[in-house]
């Protein structure tokens, strides 16, 4: 009862994700030492090693032949091939993911869940993958039929929710099966909260506003 009293204090954040945008479209057309020129749905923009962009786009790394970009919440690579930036094909075997902390102070992303893709919202603090009923609907989880009742105690007072288990849950190249969550009923929000019920299959490394998480 005290992990998901500490997953229902954070679902108050769902709230700040309500007016996400969508995914932007993303062209770098220029490399130089420690900066790199792009164009984000068109606007022409300069980055610096360690900047983030308003539209949230955040460069790790550049010089004249690459950039490391984290877009989604997930590292990305360009290179100069043929005259031609463009993306870098990440190797079959690679199990690392680069999360960069949004102005917000949140890490958010992308990933799938039981197949079907998701907006998250990564939490150290919560025990459990919390899901706002609405999306547990969207993605098929008949959470009533499938799950476990539970009450839960809040600080706004008591409500219910389904203790589940999840076939499949994915982050960019890492993957996790038969992951615990719990479907929040009367909350709705775009985003999943990811909590350690998935992040504990993984190394986790925080360096300043960058969060990796690699396959153990």
Same mark, same amino acid.
């Given at each position: 009862?005290?992990?998901?009293? *500490? %997953?229902?204090?954070?679902?108050? #954040? ?12 993303? !062209? ?6 420690? &900066? $790199? ?29 690459? @950039? ?20 870098? &094909? ?7 993911? +680069?999360?960069? !902390?949004? @102005?917000?102070?949140?890490?958010? +992303? ?7 893709? *998701? ?21 098929? #989880? ?7 009742? %539970? ?17 499949? *849950? ?10 615990? @969550?719990? $479907? ?6 775009? @985003? ?8 504990? !299959? ?15």
């Amino acid at each position: 009862m005290k992990q998901l009293f *500490v %997953i229902m204090l954070l679902t108050g #954040i769902f709230a700040t994700l309500a007016g996400a945008d969508a995914r932007p479209e993303i !062209r770098v057309v220029g490399l130089f030492a420690g &900066r $790199v020129a792009i164009e984000i749905d068109g606007q022409r923009r300069v980055l610096r090693e360690g900047e983030t962009s308003p539209e949230g786009i955040g460069l790790m790394q550049a010089d004249s032949e690459q @950039a490391i970009l984290v877009v989604d919440g997930v590292e990305r690579r360009y290179v100069l091939s043929g005259g031609r930036i463009q993306p870098a &094909r990440a190797p079959a075997d690679r199990q690392r993911i +680069t999360l960069l !902390r949004k @102005a917000n102070g949140l890490y958010e +992303t992308v990933g799938t869940i039981n197949g079907r893709q *998701v907006e998250m919202l990564i939490d150290t603090g919560a025990s459990l993958v919390a899901i706002p009923a609405d999306k547990a609907r969207e993605m098929g #989880i008949d959470y009533r039929l499938q799950g476990e009742k %539970i009450g839960l105690s809040t600080a706004a007072g008591s409500k219910e929710g389904w203790r589940v288990k999840l076939d499949r *849950v994915r982050l960019g190249e890492l993957t996790a099966q038969d992951v615990e @969550a719990v $479907v929040l009923e009367g909350e709705t929000a775009h @985003a999943i909260l990811l909590g350690m019920s998935f992040l504990e !299959r993984f190394r986790l490394n925080h360096q300043g506003d960058l969060l990796y998480l690699e396959a153990q």
